[in-house]
């Protein structure tokens, strides 16, 4: 070989801080085109990225092979959404590399913090099922699990979300704008998708009636991979994220000038598919567009699994033990009619086989019992949009159905509630019902969403297959929230326990003893500390607000969503700010309320939350008369850049939702485990961080999820008896109403207290307020005691250990997939 490029293969995965220096400036040189003395902070970033990804290509290069080779069992996340952030100080981090990569550019005369901070987020999700895609990634590559992920190449993420005059608008988030140095693109692995036709009936070979979808428009999905890092860097996964391109099945020399341009018009109009993510977490629109893109990604994605199992297989039987399929939510369930029509159609299966396949491959995770989030399509939209699939949809539906009537004796509706298609009203395919019925295996994230889901979405499928749902609860990776985002938390559990927490969070618990540690405890707070200026810091900048790093922390960050109650939240801020003003003589526990959240832009209840929230925000902050002893911001465009700043220097951690609506929450493990204390309903996950942490250690307040249910099923309640019996929430209430926070528009409020009020109050914001102050007033009182806080916010952190998601995706791995750790073999090629 010649020697130029074997020396420069070596410099390429070296790992000192020499070799790591010279390929940053290679690269620089080279690739970005530029010299050290014209380079911006952005250079350096592609610069870096691109010479650290050299480090990752070998190793992906072996475990790919080392897949193929075992021809091992593997799971393929479908997931409509993947919030990764940034990936730069994740994969410096999973390498084991950022001290060598700090004093590269330290050297170079560079800070990291500046290279680290030119990487746009990328946000190609809504909220915690986006999310959870990413932190699966993680955990799945960090166990040597053989996982793929599979979604939509965005060209536009999540929205970037401003403050104008208070309110959120929104505008378009280019983060692929000055290009991404972590992907490779794969011109060559093209698919087409087809959409709209018809389907014609004809005999096959044998003289079976059989189908085909034809005069259909074709789009092409082509893939981009995305290295995954593993902790240690021994394994390194794939994300495939799929970009519509236009088909060239049209001769330009044949067009007249007005046949081009349309023939351009129709390529743009094609791309569109992978143009921009849904804005809404938990809602759905019912928008054809977004139908298009379930179907897109799915169909590309199905016939990439097969195209990888056919190079060892010649017959479909084994399928199942060789792929697993995971739905996230139902956005990708029309796959499971996709895998029917592949078989069946194309492949010449037999109905029944196909069937039995598709099941054993398939699993579904439900994230929500919204009834406003359950997926139902039109009927005439699928029969327009994908017309072959209606017709499996409506052949799976009569199979079942009849196989089902045999046992239910006349119970009509119980069929119809058991049906893929909801009669009433326009005919709509239930989602939901379809995934259920396709998979193996349906959980929940949670043990009470599970429960729940058992009783009321579910219950009728749950009577007919008992065995079929399960619960997953969620997880985090520790890598990611706490590792990277935690440094100063991170490094001292380190000098006490070691760092085999990084790899198995359980042995966090060591840490427990160390909670009556004196020593240990000061040094807790001190990490606490730092976090709190670098978050002080980063609110003067975004906000312009000085807030008091000793003041508790008290923090809401989630998408703005009615159920999750950040009106609760701002109902109690204007409470305390009350009795603050009347009392100031009293020696208060100064408070920080930090919120952070977008709304989606066409859900207005929560764009009027945002408003309100920063007009209490103006009041409160310029008020003399509370002494600094409140603040309150709302930070802008919350992202997963920004929740590494903020959850660190989390005091309190608010999870607050009706019980009964979240399905588990993420956040919530996330600040406990960087010892916030949580404030929260018996909700969602909560009810196992509760039992994790201890009762002592958390503030527990409101209706349990029964009690919603009771109350709901009994008419409900009246709101305005409890406003009226209890003076300090009528007077929020009334300050809110009459305009004490928007005198240039004192009916600005008016569809938030009526909603409160007449309206019935569906959220229990009014039910549940006097029992939340009563929880914080405890919280407050016990911030006064900062050696009993510490204890207790070190004992959160302990007790964490099992909510990784590396425990979580080992559940789902033996308890679903049925996959195994497959250990690559880097033949001495690679580094280490
Ligand atoms: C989403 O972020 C969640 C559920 C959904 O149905 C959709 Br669409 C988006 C969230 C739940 O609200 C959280 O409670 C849960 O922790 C998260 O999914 C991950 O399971």
């Not at 034809?214 to 996964?237: C, F, H, K, Q, S």
């Not at 007009?615 to 409160?620: E, F, G, I």
């Not at 929740?643 to 609506?661: N, V």
Request: hydrophobic share 40%.
């Amino acid at each position: 070989m010649d020697a130029r490029f074997k020396s420069r293969d070596i410099e390429r995965r070296s790992l000192d801080v020499d070799g790591l220096k010279r390929s940053f400036l290679e690269w620089l040189v080279y690739s970005v085109g530029k010299d050290a003395r014209a380079a911006t902070r952005r250079d350096w970033f592609h610069s870096v990225a691109l010479a650290v990804r050299d480090r990752v290509v070998d190793r992906w290069m072996d475990t790919t092979r080392s897949y193929y080779q075992e021809d091992a069992k593997r799971v393929y996340y479908l997931s409509l959404e993947f919030l990764i952030g940034r990936l730069l100080t994740n994969s410096l981090s999973n390498l084991g590399i950022m001290d060598e990569c700090r004093q590269a550019l330290d050297r170079l005369g560079l800070s990291m913090d500046d290279v680290v901070d030119a990487e746009p987020d990328a946000a190609l999700g809504n909220g915690g099922l986006g999310r959870l895609a990413a932190c699966f990634l993680d955990s799945m590559a960090s166990q040597g699990l053989p996982g793929y992920g599979y979604g939509i190449r965005y060209e536009f993420g999540l929205f970037e979300q401003r403050f104008e005059n208070g309110w959120q608008v929104e505008y378009p988030e280019q983060w692929l704008q000055f290009g991404n140095p972590w992907e490779f693109a794969r011109p060559e692995v093209l698919y087409p998708v087809q959409f709209y036709g018809r389907v014609e009936e004809f005999r096959d070979s044998v003289g079976e009636r059989a189908y085909r979808w034809v005069d259909a428009d074709r789009v092409l999905a082509m893939a981009y991979d995305t290295p995954v890092v593993g902790y240690g860097g021994e394994t390194i996964n794939t994300l495939r994220l799929w970009s519509a391109r236009a088909t060239r099945d049209f001769n330009f020399g044949h067009f007249n000038d007005g046949a081009y341009m349309k023939a351009v018009e129709q390529k743009i109009l094609s791309e569109n598919l992978s143009r921009v993510l849904y804005p809404n977490d938990a809602t759905e629109t019912g928008k054809e567009l977004r139908l298009k893109q379930e179907y897109f990604f799915t169909s590309a994605s199905l016939q990439d699994i097969l195209r990888r199992y056919l190079q060892h297989h010649s017959s479909f039987e084994n399928l199942p033990n060789k792929a697993a399929i995971q739905l996230n939510d139902t956005h990708p369930a029309i796959g499971i009619a996709e895998l029917m029509r592949l078989l069946v159609d194309q492949h010449a299966l037999r109905w029944d086989d196909a069937w039995d396949i598709t099941r054993a491959t398939f699993a579904y995770t439900n994230h929500t019992l919204l009834p406003e989030a359950l997926e139902a399509w039109p009927v005439r939209m699928i029969e327009r949009v994908l017309p072959r699939h209606m017709q499996i949809i409506y052949e799976i539906n009569a199979k079942f159905l009849n196989r089902t009537k045999a046992r239910a004796d006349g119970d009509n509706a119980r069929l119809s509630r058991l049906s893929l298609i909801d009669e009433r009203g326009e005919r709509r395919v239930r989602m939901g019902n379809l995934a259920f019925l396709g998979s193996h295996k349906v959980n929940g994230v949670s043990a009470l969403h599970t429960e729940l889901m058992k009783q009321t979405v579910f219950a009728d499928f749950h009577q007919e297959f008992p065995d079929r749902i399960n619960n997953k609860t969620n997880g985090i990776t520790p890598r990611r929230w706490l590792k990277q985002a935690n440094p100063a938390l991170s490094e001292l559990i380190t000098t006490r326990i070691g760092e085999g927490w990084n790899s198995d969070l359980s042995q966090i618990a060591a840490l427990r003893e160390k909670a009556d540690d004196v020593v240990f405890r000061e040094e807790f707070r001190r990490a606490k500390r730092k976090n709190k200026k670098r978050l002080a810091a980063y609110i003067a900048r975004q906000t312009g607000e000085e807030v008091l790093v000793d003041s508790i922390f008290d923090v809401q960050v989630k998408r703005m969503h009615e159920y999750k109650r950040q009106l609760l939240n701002v109902l109690h801020t204007i409470a305390l700010y009350n009795e603050m003003r009347d009392n100031p003589t009293v020696s208060w526990v100064p408070v920080t309320k930090v919120f952070a959240g977008k709304a989606a832009p066409s859900y207005h209840m929560a764009k009027l939350i945002i408003k309100l929230i920063n007009d209490v925000a103006k009041v409160v902050n310029h008020d003399p008369s509370v002494h600094d002893n409140l603040k309150v911001v709302l930070l802008p465009n919350y992202n997963v850049t920004a929740a590494e700043i903020i959850i660190p220097a989390a005091d309190l951690s608010e999870q607050i939702s009706t019980a009964g609506m979240e399905a588990s929450g993420t956040g919530n493990m996330k600040l406990a485990l960087n010892g916030a204390l949580t404030i929260g309903t018996l909700d969602g996950a909560n009810v196992e961080i509760r039992e994790h942490v201890g009762a002592d250690n958390i503030f527990i307040f409101g209706m349990t999820a029964d009690e919603v249910n009771d109350l709901r099923a009994s008419g409900g309640f009246n709101p305005r008896e409890v406003i009226a019996s209890n003076p300090s929430l009528k007077r929020a209430l009334d300050m809110i109403s009459t305009g004490a926070f928007s005198p240039d528009d004192r009916n600005r409020y008016h569809p938030i207290v009526q909603a409160l009020t007449d309206g019935g109050d569906h959220f229990l914001v009014t039910a549940d307020f006097a029992d939340y102050c009563r929880a914080q007033d405890a919280a407050m009182q016990l911030y006064r005691d900062s050696e009993e806080w510490t204890r207790k916010a070190i004992l959160n952190t302990a007790n964490m250990g099992w909510f990784s998601s590396d425990r979580t995706v080992n559940e789902y791995a033996q308890e679903i997939w049925d996959v195994h750790p497959v250990k690559p073999s880097h033949d001495g090629e690679g580094f280490r």
